[in-house]
């Protein structure tokens, strides 16, 4: 779970460096999946659903890793609403990779018949899902885009403060057995 946790924080908070065409990620997203995929795997005896997104999870270690290097090398700027599409299909997986996640742990907090903070980490997951689909349905109006952004970005943090219960709450479970 703790692999799992700081994989999302790395997802989730990025911090970019511009140099002109260049874009230098100071937290690379490829991180944050590789250090996920290893809680995936850490949590496969819980549910078969971490097994489930793991090639995903691999999939966008690789997709971000060439992500990281054209923005690295000033590619990505030379794309234009390709940029787009391919925001879009990146946002779409890690939406799908979360969900599971989020699905792999209310299935563990059955099996156990244990609290794991389940049900408000989907309710944060949902919130999360359609402000990351209205941020690029907002790019045409740039003032409500920004304001998806911030408020995408808050609820990023409560998902993660949520999340972080749930860990805490499967470790408390595991360490009672």
């Not at 874009?23 to 995936?40: A, T």
């Not at 402000?131 to 993660?160: G, N, Q, R």
């Amino acid at each position: 779970m703790q692999n799992i946790f700081i994989g999302f924080i790395l997802i989730f908070l990025d911090f970019n460096l511009n140099l002109g065409n260049s874009q230098i990620g100071l937290i690379p997203d490829f991180i944050g999946y590789i250090v996920m995929i290893k809680g995936l795997l850490e949590m496969a005896q819980e549910s078969q659903l971490f097994m489930k997104v793991a090639p995903f999870a691999k999939g966008m270690a690789i997709y971000t890793g060439i992500l990281y290097l054209m923005d690295l090398f000033g590619v990505s700027s030379s794309l234009g609403a390709l940029a787009y599409i391919l925001g879009i299909a990146s946002t779409i997986i890690s939406l799908y990779i979360s969900y599971y996640i989020v699905m792999g742990i209310k299935e563990t907090e059955e099996r156990h018949s244990a609290f794991l903070n389940g049900d408000s980490l989907k309710s944060m997951w949902t919130i999360l899902a359609v402000l990351s689909i209205a941020v690029y349905i907002t790019l045409l109006l740039p003032a409500l885009a920004i304001l998806c952004i911030i408020i995408s970005f808050a609820v990023a943090i409560f998902f993660l403060v949520a999340f972080s219960k749930s860990k805490n709450l499967y470790y408390d479970m595991k360490n009672q057995y």
